[in-house]
């Protein structure tokens, strides 16, 4: 197993340096002096090999470091600051154990997690399913391990916590995963049953596991499962299950089985149309309405010409693709509204004076909220898929990217403060319904700030899109510079939950953002859009 696992390392060592090369000649200025030979020096990467090697291992332990803080630390931190109604490290072990064991459990399994070095492994180097299966998970939970003591030692020792208690925390969690990795497989043996591919049932997890984990933060008098799971007998039981399910594991006799329900869908050689079928078509799929005459008047061209006709053409035969989920938040927002509003008059009727909501409760959650309510990556999905990934394979289409980039800009700009007028109206009416204060100037500043929100995350979607392009010709996004460049948007909402600003002071920066973000968008996007925006 020792070789398969070198093997297995050398793999994920020369992957990892190909894809640093194939993101550095992207770049502009310093792209140009990495040659594509750099690709087959062999010397190089075997001189790199130990390099890389400790550098994702020390990545596994700061990823760790991030998750707990962004996702544990700082929320219970921020809910320690308004009430004592639990410790803070019981608040840490409750969150911790629901998000990582619970919800990790059902949406995380890597013995049929879909990989392409699985496919690489076995079905190209014909390496053993079982030996490769068997290295692979070792690998993973020796890692797991190793790299949650330490980061667990940070913050439980923050909290007043002890080193037996984070070591036994580390130790729950890693035999609890693995049992769940061999309960998956037998799931799949038995039923054929690939839990973490029904998106429904996963999310369905991840909702009530993030809801329970952080109602305890929001409520008092909220149980939770701190004490129960820290208990001696609670970790010994977890560690020999762990430990069982690890034998199971390595005498599992089936695992041909699982490798290839795991690797079909990355298959390089399986027909790329068929693969998106099945992978990612459902939510790019126009309907056959779409394409019919009697919807493609002539007066949606009038005047139009170039790269306005085309984009004209583009969003009038796709109609249902593009409104689709645009009537779908405004249902969202507006049920949302007219249901609390009901709960608001209900509730002020039972226990009058007892509802305090003002609207300026609300700005905290305004990024967050429009993060996920915004059109921006459905939509890029769906140009890419029905549109660019045929023309930006020409020159003169890449050229052109400023001048469709700003026709997009405003269509989607359009669209997501559709959406923000439906999000501020149900917000005010709901503010309204609770008896709450409502000031002109509180109005002013909520809708101003959701448009502001609108147009900044309609500009981050888009020029993310244009500038680093991340979607492959199966739709799977693979560059590691889109997801680094959206951690800090993604942060900043959350801050903004946890550390609330004043209403003022929360419009006047979200409105400079956007003025500032077009700018920064609109330079770019000229100056470097023509080398960026190709298929990858």
């Keep these: 197993m020792l070789k398969v696992l070198s093997t297995l390392l050398a793999i994920r060592t020369s992957s990892a340096i190909n894809l640093f090369f194939y993101y550095v000649q992207r770049l502009p200025l310093i792209g140009k002096v990495i040659k594509n030979s750099v690709y087959a020096r062999l010397d190089l990467k075997r001189s790199v090999n130990v390099l890389v090697i400790a550098v994702l291992l020390l990545w596994s332990v700061i990823s760790k470091l991030l998750y707990l803080y962004l996702l544990v630390y700082l929320p219970i931190t921020a809910a320690s600051e308004r009430s004592n109604?639990?410790?803070?490290?019981?608040?840490?072990?409750?969150?911790?154990?629901?998000?990582?064991?619970?919800?990790?459990?059902?949406?995380?399994?890597?013995?049929?997690?879909?990989?392409?070095?699985?496919?690489?492994?076995?079905?190209?180097?014909?390496?053993?399913?079982?030996?490769?299966?068997?290295?692979?998970?070792?690998y993973r939970y020796v890692v797991f391990l190793a790299s949650y003591i330490p980061a667990l030692l940070v913050f439980v020792l923050l909290l007043q916590g002890t080193v037996l208690q984070a070591v036994m925390l580390a130790v729950s969690v890693t035999g609890w995963r693995i049992l769940c990795e061999y309960l998956h497989l037998k799931l799949y043996e038995k039923t054929g049953v690939v839990l973490v591919k029904r998106a429904a049932i996963v999310w369905l997890v991840i909702i009530a596991g993030y809801t329970a984990a952080y109602l305890p933060l929001l409520l008092e008098g909220v149980p939770t499962v701190g004490p129960a799971i820290m208990h001696g007998l609670v970790v010994l039981v977890s560690a020999v299950l762990g430990a069982t399910a690890a034998v199971q594991l390595a005498r599992y006799p089936h695992y041909r089985e699982a490798v290839n329900a795991a690797s079909k869908r990355d298959d390089p050689y399986l027909n790329v149309r068929g693969m998106i079928a099945d992978a990612n078509k459902t939510s790019v799929q126009a309907t056959e309405s779409d394409y019919a005459e009697e919807t493609m008047g002539r007066e949606l061209f009038v005047g139009k010409e170039g790269y306005a006709y085309l984009n004209a053409i583009f969003f009038a035969r796709h109609r249902s693709l593009i409104r689709r989920p645009v009537y779908k938040r405004l249902a969202i927002t507006a049920a949302a509204?007219?249901?609390?509003?009901?709960?608001?008059?209900?509730?002020?009727?039972?226990?009058?004076?007892?509802?305090?909501?003002?609207?300026?409760?609300?700005?905290?959650?305004?990024?967050?909220?429009?993060?996920?309510?915004?059109?921006?990556?459905t939509m890029c999905r769906a140009m890419f898929y029905h549109c660019d990934i045929s023309l930006t394979r020409y020159s003169f289409y890449r050229s052109a990217a400023y001048e469709h980039f700003l026709i997009r800009l405003r269509k989607m700009t359009g669209q997501n403060m559709l959406i923000a007028a439906g999000l501020g109206g149900a917000l005010t009416l709901v503010t309204f319904t609770a008896g709450g204060s409502i000031q002109l100037l509180h109005v002013v500043l909520l809708w101003t700030s959701i448009a502001s929100l609108a147009?900044?995350?309609?500009?981050?979607?888009?020029?993310?899109?244009?500038?680093?392009?991340?979607?492959?010709?199966?739709?799977?996004?693979?560059?590691?510079?889109y997801f680094i460049v959206s951690m800090p948007v993604s942060a900043a909402c959350g801050f903004v939950v946890f550390f609330p600003v004043p209403p003022a002071a929360l419009t006047s920066a979200v409105l400079l953002i956007a003025v500032v973000y077009f700018a920064v968008a609109t330079i770019s996007v000229r100056k470097y859009a023509h080398n960026t925006f190709r298929v990858k």
């Design 85 to 138: 109604a639990h410790e803070p490290l019981e608040l840490f072990i409750h969150v911790f154990v629901l998000i990582s064991l619970l919800v990790a459990g059902v949406s995380s399994a890597n013995v049929l997690e879909p990989k392409r070095e699985k496919y690489v492994a076995v079905k190209l180097m014909r390496m053993s399913p079982k030996l490769y299966m068997q290295a692979a998970l070792s």
């Design 455 to 481: 147009v900044i995350f309609t500009i981050h979607h888009l020029f993310l899109y244009y500038i680093f392009q991340p979607y492959s010709t199966d739709l799977d996004m693979k560059n590691p510079l």
């Design 337 to 377: 509204g007219i249901i609390g509003s009901i709960a608001m008059l209900v509730m002020g009727r039972m226990q009058p004076g007892y509802l305090q909501l003002e609207l300026a409760m609300v700005f905290p959650i305004l990024p967050i909220v429009m993060s996920l309510l915004s059109m921006g990556e």
